[in-house]
């Protein structure tokens, strides 16, 4: 069974980026918050599987 995980996608002076670790749900979310709070624009998290 493979393990679900999150990444989170923001834009940043008019660059899109992706987190480059795998976070669980509270911590995903921490870190949306985090960057919300530094500028970034159309922050999301988004689900993904280890190994895909």
Avoid: C, N, P
């Avoid at 749900?25 to 918050?33: D, I, Y």
């Amino acid at each position: 069974m493979a393990m679900v995980s999150f990444k989170v996608r923001w834009v940043l002076d008019g660059q899109e980026k992706t987190s480059a670790v795998h976070y669980d749900r509270t911590s995903a979310e921490q870190r949306q918050q985090e960057l919300a709070q530094s500028g970034a624009t159309a922050v999301e998290i988004f689900e993904t599987t280890h190994g895909r």
